[in-house]
């Protein structure tokens, strides 16, 4: 019966009812937009609607950026993160280290979300790499194996790095590891290309989230960073992204973008303007933007309290190994440690649905399934070895 | 330093430059003929009653914001597929086919070209007819095929050069990829007559060409959506397998939205599966799956009987009022005493009109009259009214008598 499956692999936020949530403040906007009769369908600029790309980076950046400050900072409206992954994808491929470098070397982290690979594969680079990341055996990061791939790269490799909320294990450097990798990334000439799809969903908080992408920029990088607005605005379908680029200064950004232009032209000519209008009318009102903070920290704070009420149960339980990685893990996804052989038993026997990774969606549990979810993770554990 | 030194400007974009200049001219009497998006008789954007509807019925239904499959939304893309196609066509009643959403016409020539990239393997070669749309070469580019042409349009005449076409087609090496404009030829308005449309596909036929039709325009061209789409229709039952690219941006004015889609015909259901599957693949590493908002509008004005009879009134009022602004343009022209012959304008089809004047006197029309247009002489008929075709007829007689 329904009560008794429990899907914990979309890549989608739901309520404690299990529902799809369409965020109040988002319901809000759209009435709004429909309700003016002064909109209209007219194509956005290239480079998108300009109300949405400025708020946009100035979410990631922060009010107070040193470089939003030096105008040294551009943004490109894309379709969702994907879109922002290939559009900065694709100009590296043309114009980093040297002119049409296909051979530049792009790492990504072991494991990450399986669309890295294809994004920068199709966008030209013929030599994709993987960085160390998941330590499964602690069940955390593998800082050193990270930061020994870093000290090997090829001076100027492009690294794919995840904001906050790293997927699909949910383990994020914490600040004085990131400074680290700050550190030998600026000495060996690494290229950070930031993923970010979770800004305030990971923690409940914006500028937490964003803290490390931040950090990059004061430490005075040029950067890439895709921004999704799928998952924290709850936009999923209407393709809401942001590629926001952080350059020395005016003059190359200026040409940067220019050549994002041509690039975009040939890929979707000019974004779609539904998503970018709720966004930006929410993030350049005070009041509806206090409200959407609001809504990203119930979103947040629902997932934080799955977590923790699956981590107790466990231990409550017994279950055999440590369970503090699920609520030391943040975001969206948790790498619970099952393996594959654990995971089919889960699948078959108890129709609870993860990937064979050991990978859940933690949106997937409600206050309804978390002792059924428990119980099998536990006979999973204790009956398959 | 910065990583970025070497990277060059890009250079600026000629029709947005057109734009640029008549924001700053002051001159009250000033046009804008370069825009290409339709205008009402005042001059102004223009929102579809259908749309506005459609856009109430989806406020009021309270949907979820979920992902879209990254083959888009099904109603819509089968709705296009039967739009495109007829709902009597044996292609898409046996469902030998495949429709995929894409990001308005220019995502949907860019699905189909980096489709043919990775599998049509006999050539790297598309031709284009000359003059074309001036982004078919770059996102053909950069997809990584190579540019070829085809004669299309005679410059001494403002019509179309068909045995130049016929004759350049015909030796255009077989298995080549040649890309034709469904209707209203962009940026020429000149299209082929149906006696002529049916050597071009016993010719493409005769040569085994692949054909890509481009259909922006469907309804919008002449006001009737089965007669802008005879020619891909005729070539499908001549047994030529088409993929087509259609926009919806100009017949629903849903610009912005980009609402489009990609179909390949195949040769039965399986295989239209497995190509299916293969566009897919392509998509996902490109934007995941395809916004939502205009597929829906377009999905319900199609798939509701009231709202796609609405439609296909609004649309040809659309059509109808750039047929009769190219009928008074040309009325217009005779009363200022014009010796010229002016009959292309009239013959000449869809938003766009190569009125044949040279680039120096569109830098007389741009100077003098504050008439903005690009040198090569072409004009969007949208941005003309009943209100400035007289003052435009005036300016083009001045500089041409």
């Known amino acids: ?385 | 330093s910065s990583w970025w030194s070497h990277v060059e400007m890009g250079p600026p974009d000629p029709i947005l430059g057109v734009t640029e200049a008549f924001k700053r001219d002051t001159n009250s009497k000033k046009m804008n003929l370069g825009v290409g998006a339709y205008r009402d008789d005042n001059g102004k954007p223009y929102v579809l009653n259908c749309v506005r509807k459609a856009e109430a019925m989806i406020a009021s239904k309270k949907m979820d914001k979920e992902y879209l499959p990254i083959g888009g939304l099904a109603d819509f893309t089968r709705a296009s597929a039967e739009l495109a196609l007829g709902e009597n066509s044996e292609a898409f009643k046996s469902g030998r086919y495949v429709t995929v959403q894409g990001i308005s016409g220019t995502g949907s020539l860019r699905i189909g070209a980096n489709f043919l990239q990775r599998f049509f393997k006999s050539s790297r070669d598309v031709y284009l007819p000359k003059p074309s749309w001036g982004n078919h070469t770059p996102i053909f580019r950069d997809a990584g095929l190579q540019l070829q042409a085809y004669r299309y349009y005679d410059p001494k005449t403002c019509s179309l050069d068909f045995s130049g076409a016929m004759d350049d087609i015909s030796k255009i090496p077989e298995k080549s990829i040649i890309l034709l404009h469904a209707c209203a030829h962009n940026p020429t308005g000149v299209d082929p007559r149906q006696e002529q449309w049916k050597e071009l596909a016993a010719m493409v036929k005769k040569r085994n060409l692949l054909v890509y039709f481009d259909m922006a325009y469907q309804g919008f061209a002449s006001g009737d959506i089965n007669r802008d789409a005879w020619a891909v229709r005729y070539f499908i039952e001549q047994g030529i397998n088409v993929i087509l690219s259609q926009s919806y941006a100009k017949n629903m004015g849903l610009y912005g939205e980009r609402a489009g889609a990609f179909t390949v015909i195949c040769s039965d259901a399986e295989e239209a599966k497995r190509v299916e599957s293969q566009l897919k693949i392509l998509i996902r590493p490109m934007y995941s799956n395809p916004p939502l908002n205009g597929a829906r509008i377009a999905s319900l004005i199609l798939n509701t009987p009231d709202l796609r009879k609405e439609w296909l009134v609004e649309v040809k009022g659309m059509a109808d009022r750039i047929i009769s602004m190219r009928t008074q343009l040309v009325s217009n022209l005779k009363k200022e005493g014009s010796s010229h012959n002016w009959q292309h304008i009239t013959d000449q089809i869809g938003m766009f009109c190569f009125t044949g004047l040279k680039p120096e006197q569109v830098e007389r029309l741009i100077k003098e009259f504050s008439i903005y247009m690009t040198k090569d002489g072409r004009i969007s008929v949208a941005g003309v009214t009943s209100g400035n075709v007289g003052y435009l007829a005036h300016a083009i007689h001045q500089v041409t008598k």
């Open chain 1, 1 to 385: 019966g329904v009560g008794r499956t429990a899907l914990l692999l979309l890549a989608a936020y739901r309520t404690d009812e299990g529902q799809p949530w369409v965020l109040p403040v988002v319901k809000k906007v759209e009435q709004m937009i429909a309700n003016d009769n002064s909109l209209n369908h007219e194509y956005l600029p290239i480079l998108g609607l300009p109300e949405f790309r400025a708020n946009a980076s100035r979410i990631a950046l922060g009010d107070d950026s040193p470089a939003i400050k030096e105008n040294r900072i551009g943004s490109v409206q894309s379709l969702g993160g994907t879109g922002a992954l290939r559009i900065g994808a694709e100009f590296l491929r043309r114009w980093y280290n040297g002119n049409n470098n296909t051979a530049t070397p792009v790492y990504i982290s072991a494991p990450s979300w399986e669309n890295h690979n294809s994004v920068f594969v199709d966008a030209g680079f013929k030599d994709i790499r993987t960085y160390h990341y998941w330590d499964a055996a602690k069940r955390g990061l593998d800082l050193q194996g990270l930061l020994d791939d870093m000290e090997k790269a090829p001076e100027f490799s492009i690294f794919i790095l995840h904001a906050c909320a790293h997927n699909p294990t949910g383990t994020d450097p914490t600040p004085d590891q990131w400074k680290q990798i700050a550190a030998v990334m600026k000495r060996r000439f690494l290229f950070p290309f930031f993923d970010s799809a979770y800004q305030g969903f990971a923690s409940g908080s914006l500028d937490k989230d964003a803290w490390a992408v931040r950090y990059f920029v004061s430490e005075g990088f040029e950067l890439f960073c895709a921004q999704s607005f799928s998952k924290n605005f709850g936009l999923y379908n209407e393709r809401v992204g942001n590629l926001t680029v952080v350059g020395k200064d005016a003059d190359n950004v200026q040409r940067v973008l220019s050549q994002m232009e041509k690039i975009v032209r040939t890929t979707w000519s000019n974004p779609p303007s539904q998503g970018a209008r709720i966004v930006a009318t929410t993030l350049s009102s005070p009041q509806l933007f206090a409200e959407w903070k609001d809504n990203v920290k119930t979103m947040a704070d629902r997932v934080l309290l799955m977590r923790s009420e699956l981590r107790s149960r466990l231990e409550s339980l017994g279950t055999p190994g440590t369970w503090n990685h699920i609520t030391e893990q943040i975001g969206m996804f948790s790498f619970t440690g099952l393996n594959p052989k654990q995971v089919e038993y889960m699948i078959k026997e108890k129709h609870i649905y993860l990937m064979a990774s050991g990978r859940i969606n933690m949106c997937g549990l409600t206050t309804k399934n978390l002792d059924y979810v428990a119980k099998s993770i536990h006979e999973a554990v204790t009956k398959i070895q």
